[in-house]
Protein backbone atom coordinates (compact mmCIF):
# COMPACT_ATOMS: atom_id res chain seq x y z
CA UNK A 1 0.00 0.00 0.00
CA UNK A 2 1.49 2.77 -1.27
CA UNK A 3 -1.01 5.56 -0.28
CA UNK A 4 -2.23 6.04 -3.73
CA UNK A 5 -5.28 4.43 -4.78
CA UNK A 6 -6.37 3.91 -8.70
CA UNK A 7 -9.94 3.08 -9.81
CA UNK A 8 -11.22 1.50 -11.69
CA UNK A 9 -8.22 -1.56 -11.78
CA UNK A 10 -9.75 -2.59 -15.27
CA UNK A 11 -11.31 -0.75 -18.15
CA UNK A 12 -13.21 -1.93 -21.42
CA UNK A 13 -14.05 1.03 -23.46
CA UNK A 14 -14.95 1.06 -27.08
CA UNK A 15 -14.11 3.87 -29.27
CA UNK A 16 -17.05 5.86 -28.99
CA UNK A 17 -17.07 6.01 -25.28
CA UNK A 18 -16.40 8.28 -22.50
CA UNK A 19 -14.92 6.92 -19.49
CA UNK A 20 -12.15 8.14 -16.50
CA UNK A 21 -9.93 7.28 -14.44
CA UNK A 22 -9.84 8.60 -11.09
CA UNK A 23 -6.29 8.78 -8.87
CA UNK A 24 -6.43 9.77 -5.12
CA UNK A 25 -2.92 9.97 -2.46
CA UNK A 26 -3.63 10.02 1.14
CA UNK A 27 -0.10 11.49 1.30
CA UNK A 28 -0.02 15.13 1.59
CA UNK A 29 2.04 15.24 -1.68
CA UNK A 30 1.56 18.47 -3.94
CA UNK A 31 2.52 17.17 -7.37
CA UNK A 32 0.94 14.53 -9.04
CA UNK A 33 1.43 12.75 -12.15
CA UNK A 34 0.00 10.56 -14.89
CA UNK A 35 2.16 8.21 -16.77
CA UNK A 36 1.22 5.40 -19.34
CA UNK A 37 2.88 2.35 -19.33
CA UNK A 38 2.86 -0.10 -22.96
CA UNK A 39 4.30 -3.08 -24.03
CA UNK A 40 7.60 -2.89 -25.04
CA UNK A 41 7.69 0.94 -24.32
CA UNK A 42 9.26 2.72 -21.94
CA UNK A 43 7.26 4.64 -19.33
CA UNK A 44 5.62 7.94 -20.95
CA UNK A 45 5.09 10.59 -18.94
CA UNK A 46 1.55 12.73 -19.89
CA UNK A 47 0.72 15.13 -17.18
CA UNK A 48 1.94 17.01 -14.27
CA UNK A 49 0.18 18.55 -12.09
CA UNK A 50 1.77 20.93 -9.11
CA UNK A 51 -0.06 22.59 -6.05
CA UNK A 52 -2.41 21.84 -8.92
CA UNK A 53 -1.76 23.30 -11.41
CA UNK A 54 -0.89 22.00 -14.92
CA UNK A 55 2.72 21.93 -15.35
CA UNK A 56 3.82 19.45 -18.30
CA UNK A 57 1.61 18.40 -20.89
CA UNK A 58 3.85 15.98 -23.04
CA UNK A 59 2.38 16.20 -26.32
CA UNK A 60 -0.39 13.90 -25.24
CA UNK A 61 -3.43 13.73 -27.83
CA UNK A 62 -6.67 16.15 -27.04
CA UNK A 63 -8.51 13.09 -26.19
CA UNK A 64 -6.99 12.65 -22.93
CA UNK A 65 -7.96 15.06 -20.75
CA UNK A 66 -6.15 15.86 -17.19
CA UNK A 67 -8.04 17.44 -14.21
CA UNK A 68 -6.88 17.90 -11.04
CA UNK A 69 -9.78 19.69 -8.45
CA UNK A 70 -7.40 19.34 -5.47
CA UNK A 71 -3.74 18.36 -4.37
CA UNK A 72 -5.34 14.94 -3.24
CA UNK A 73 -7.46 14.08 -6.20
CA UNK A 74 -6.20 14.10 -10.47
CA UNK A 75 -8.38 12.19 -13.19
CA UNK A 76 -7.89 11.99 -16.77
CA UNK A 77 -11.21 12.05 -19.02
CA UNK A 78 -10.97 9.73 -22.04
CA UNK A 79 -12.70 10.15 -24.67
CA UNK A 80 -12.75 8.50 -28.81
CA UNK A 81 -9.83 6.72 -27.85
CA UNK A 82 -8.09 4.70 -30.25
CA UNK A 83 -7.07 0.70 -30.04
CA UNK A 84 -3.43 2.09 -29.24
CA UNK A 85 -4.26 3.65 -26.31
CA UNK A 86 -4.51 0.46 -24.64
CA UNK A 87 -2.16 0.69 -21.76
CA UNK A 88 -1.77 1.01 -17.99
CA UNK A 89 -2.32 4.00 -16.67
CA UNK A 90 -0.10 4.83 -13.60
CA UNK A 91 -0.73 7.82 -11.30
CA UNK A 92 1.68 9.19 -9.10
CA UNK A 93 2.31 11.65 -6.47
CA UNK A 94 5.40 13.38 -4.53
CA UNK A 95 5.66 16.19 -1.85
CA UNK A 96 6.06 18.48 -4.89
CA UNK A 97 8.36 19.07 -8.01
CA UNK A 98 11.29 19.01 -6.72
CA UNK A 99 11.09 15.89 -4.70
CA UNK A 100 13.46 14.02 -6.66
CA UNK A 101 15.47 16.24 -7.02
CA UNK A 102 16.34 16.37 -2.96
CA UNK A 103 16.20 12.21 -3.45
CA UNK A 104 12.74 12.49 -2.16
CA UNK A 105 10.71 9.92 -4.27
CA UNK A 106 7.46 9.61 -6.64
CA UNK A 107 4.96 7.14 -5.04
CA UNK A 108 2.95 4.99 -7.43
CA UNK A 109 -0.22 3.89 -7.59
CA UNK A 110 -1.50 -0.01 -9.26
CA UNK A 111 -2.60 1.36 -12.61
CA UNK A 112 -5.43 1.41 -14.32
CA UNK A 113 -5.60 -1.52 -17.06
CA UNK A 114 -7.34 -0.16 -20.24
CA UNK A 115 -8.36 -1.66 -23.30
CA UNK A 116 -9.82 0.02 -25.76
CA UNK A 117 -11.59 -2.26 -28.32
CA UNK B 1 19.92 16.42 -20.96
CA UNK B 2 19.70 13.69 -17.76
CA UNK B 3 19.05 10.18 -18.88
CA UNK B 4 19.53 6.08 -18.09
CA UNK B 5 20.05 3.27 -20.06
CA UNK B 6 19.70 0.08 -18.77
CA UNK B 7 20.43 -3.42 -19.81
CA UNK B 8 17.48 -5.20 -21.64
CA UNK B 9 15.82 -8.11 -20.42
CA UNK B 10 14.55 -10.37 -19.83
CA UNK B 11 16.74 -11.82 -17.51
CA UNK B 12 16.11 -15.28 -16.21
CA UNK B 13 17.71 -17.02 -13.43
CA UNK B 14 17.43 -20.05 -11.27
CA UNK B 15 16.57 -19.49 -7.39
CA UNK B 16 19.76 -18.64 -5.43
CA UNK B 17 21.97 -17.23 -8.45
CA UNK B 18 23.56 -14.10 -8.34
CA UNK B 19 21.75 -11.06 -10.16
CA UNK B 20 23.44 -7.67 -11.85
CA UNK B 21 21.43 -5.33 -13.66
CA UNK B 22 23.29 -2.79 -15.74
CA UNK B 23 22.75 0.96 -15.31
CA UNK B 24 24.64 3.91 -17.10
CA UNK B 25 23.50 7.43 -16.67
CA UNK B 26 24.41 10.36 -18.08
CA UNK B 27 23.58 14.18 -16.59
CA UNK B 28 24.63 17.46 -15.54
CA UNK B 29 25.70 17.24 -11.94
CA UNK B 30 24.96 14.60 -9.84
CA UNK B 31 21.53 13.71 -9.26
CA UNK B 32 20.02 11.14 -6.57
CA UNK B 33 19.77 8.14 -8.84
CA UNK B 34 16.78 5.63 -7.60
CA UNK B 35 15.75 1.80 -8.66
CA UNK B 36 11.99 1.18 -9.02
CA UNK B 37 10.43 -2.19 -8.86
CA UNK B 38 7.49 -2.98 -10.98
CA UNK B 39 5.53 -6.86 -9.34
CA UNK B 40 3.11 -8.20 -11.67
CA UNK B 41 -0.43 -6.74 -11.61
CA UNK B 42 1.12 -3.39 -9.75
CA UNK B 43 2.81 0.15 -9.70
CA UNK B 44 6.44 1.01 -9.34
CA UNK B 45 7.72 1.42 -5.91
CA UNK B 46 11.11 2.20 -4.88
CA UNK B 47 13.62 -0.04 -4.13
CA UNK B 48 16.36 1.57 -3.35
CA UNK B 49 18.00 5.52 -4.04
CA UNK B 50 21.78 7.04 -3.41
CA UNK B 51 22.02 10.97 -3.25
CA UNK B 52 25.87 11.31 -4.08
CA UNK B 53 28.70 9.71 -5.33
CA UNK B 54 30.29 6.57 -3.50
CA UNK B 55 26.68 6.17 -1.38
CA UNK B 56 25.43 2.61 -1.30
CA UNK B 57 21.49 2.33 -1.64
CA UNK B 58 20.42 -1.00 0.09
CA UNK B 59 17.00 -2.59 0.24
CA UNK B 60 15.48 -6.44 0.34
CA UNK B 61 19.09 -7.70 -0.37
CA UNK B 62 19.42 -5.57 -3.62
CA UNK B 63 22.32 -3.21 -3.47
CA UNK B 64 23.80 -0.29 -6.26
CA UNK B 65 26.54 2.03 -5.63
CA UNK B 66 26.53 5.71 -7.20
CA UNK B 67 30.06 5.57 -9.60
CA UNK B 68 30.80 8.41 -10.57
CA UNK B 69 33.92 7.44 -12.66
CA UNK B 70 32.28 4.88 -14.69
CA UNK B 71 28.77 6.93 -14.61
CA UNK B 72 27.32 3.90 -13.37
CA UNK B 73 24.29 2.20 -11.00
CA UNK B 74 24.35 -1.09 -11.25
CA UNK B 75 21.95 -3.30 -9.22
CA UNK B 76 23.18 -6.10 -7.80
CA UNK B 77 21.37 -9.23 -5.47
CA UNK B 78 23.93 -11.92 -3.97
CA UNK B 79 20.50 -14.63 -3.72
CA UNK B 80 17.36 -14.47 -5.91
CA UNK B 81 14.22 -15.69 -4.85
CA UNK B 82 11.02 -16.24 -7.34
CA UNK B 83 9.44 -13.67 -5.21
CA UNK B 84 12.12 -11.07 -7.07
CA UNK B 85 10.60 -11.57 -10.51
CA UNK B 86 9.35 -8.32 -11.44
CA UNK B 87 10.32 -5.37 -13.74
CA UNK B 88 13.32 -3.59 -12.70
CA UNK B 89 13.41 0.38 -13.64
CA UNK B 90 16.79 2.49 -12.92
CA UNK B 91 15.68 6.46 -13.05
CA UNK B 92 17.34 10.01 -11.80
CA UNK B 93 15.95 13.12 -12.20
CA UNK B 94 15.80 15.90 -14.89
CA UNK B 95 16.25 19.49 -13.90
CA UNK B 96 12.94 20.54 -13.61
CA UNK B 97 12.19 17.53 -11.09
CA UNK B 98 10.93 14.52 -13.92
CA UNK B 99 11.92 11.33 -13.03
CA UNK B 100 13.40 9.72 -16.54
CA UNK B 101 13.45 5.89 -16.01
CA UNK B 102 14.91 3.38 -17.88
CA UNK B 103 13.28 1.26 -20.41
CA UNK B 104 13.04 -1.83 -17.80
CA UNK B 105 14.40 -5.21 -17.16
CA UNK B 106 12.85 -7.66 -16.50
CA UNK B 107 13.87 -10.66 -14.32
CA UNK B 108 12.26 -14.21 -13.96
CA UNK B 109 13.45 -16.37 -11.38
CA UNK B 110 12.67 -20.16 -11.85
CA UNK B 111 12.64 -22.70 -8.69
Known amino acids: ETGVTQTPRHLVMGMTNKKSLKCEQHLGHNAMYWYKQSAKKPLELMFVYNFKEQTENNSVPSRFSPECPNSSHLFLHLHTLQPEDSALYLC????????????????FGPGTRLTVL | GNSVTQMEGPVTLSEEAFLTINCTYTATGYPSLFWYVQYPGEGLQLLLK?????DKGSNKGFEATYRKETTSFHLEKGSVQVSDSAVYFCALPDSWGKLQFGAGTQVVVTP
Open chain 1, 92 to 107: ASSQDLSAVITSDTQY
Open chain 2, 50 to 54: ATKAD
